[in-house]
C-alpha cells in the first residue's frame, strides 16, 4: 500500500455516509450530497457524484477537468492510492484498484468492513470507458423500482466500475470524487 501525504495533490473518492436507493434525486441531488457531506467534515467544497446519467448529461469520465485527469493520484480518504490518476480508471478494464486499500466514507468508516452498507456494490451508470450505460441509470436516478436497473460494480471483486445490473431498490454505495485541486 502507497500512501502520500494529505498535503499533497491527489483527487480523493470518499463514499457517502450511508447507501441509498437508485433514487435519490437524480444526479444534482447527489452531488449536493457530496458537497455537504465534504463541507462539514472541513474537507474540500470540490466533490461531484461519481455517477453517469442521461439527464442532466453527466458521465464518470469527464467529471474531473482535463487539466487533472493525469495529474494526480486516485486516493481514499486517508490518502492511500487507489489509481495512479483519474484517467486510469476509465482504460476498459473496470477501474482495478488494489484489494487491501479501503474505501472511506466522510465520516471514516470502512464501506467495505462496516455492516452499515450490507451491499458491498456501488452506483455508478456507466460502461467501463465510464460512458453513461444506456438505461441503466435507474431512470436517471429517480426510480427505486425493482423492476428497472442501474448499472453497478461489487467493490468487493476490487473493480470500481464492474459491469454488474442492479436492481433500482437495492440500497448500495455513492461515491464521490474530488473534482478539482485543493491546495
Not at 46 to 61: D, E, T
Not at 87 to 107: E, L, Q, R, W
Not at 132 to 139: L, Y
Request: some cysteine; proline content about 7%; aromatic content about 10%.
Amino acid at each position: 500500500m502507497i500512501t502520500i501525504p494529505l498535503s499533497h495533490p491527489q483527487l480523493k473518492l470518499v463514499a457517502l455516509n450511508q447507501p441509498h436507493t437508485g433514487n435519490f434525486g437524480g444526479v444534482y441531488i447527489a452531488d449536493r450530497m457530496c458537497y455537504e457531506q465534504a463541507k462539514a467534515m472541513g474537507l474540500s467544497a470540490y466533490y461531484r457524484a461519481f455517477l453517469s446519467s442521461p439527464k442532466p448529461r453527466a458521465v464518470n469520465k469527464d467529471l474531473v477537468p482535463q487539466k487533472f485527469r493525469e495529474s494526480y493520484p486516485v486516493t481514499n480518504l486517508r490518502g492511500d492510492i487507489l489509481f495512479s490518476n483519474y484517467k486510469s480508471i476509465f482504460t476498459g478494464g473496470g477501474g482495478k484498484f488494489p484489494p487491501n486499500i479501503p474505501i472511506y466514507s466522510f465520516d471514516g468508516r470502512d464501506v467495505l468492513a462496516d455492516p452499515f452498507w450490507p451491499k458491498k456494490s456501488i452506483w455508478h451508470g456507466s460502461n467501463t470507458f465510464g460512458n453513461m450505460a444506456v438505461d441503466r441509470s435507474c431512470e436517471s436516478w429517480r426510480v427505486n423500482d425493482i423492476s428497472i436497473v442501474g448499472q453497478s460494480s461489487s467493490l468487493s471483486s476490487g473493480s470500481l466500475i464492474g459491469q454488474q445490473t442492479s436492481s433500482c431498490s437495492n440500497e448500495l454505495v455513492i461515491l464521490c470524487i474530488e473534482t478539482i485541486e485543493h491546495v
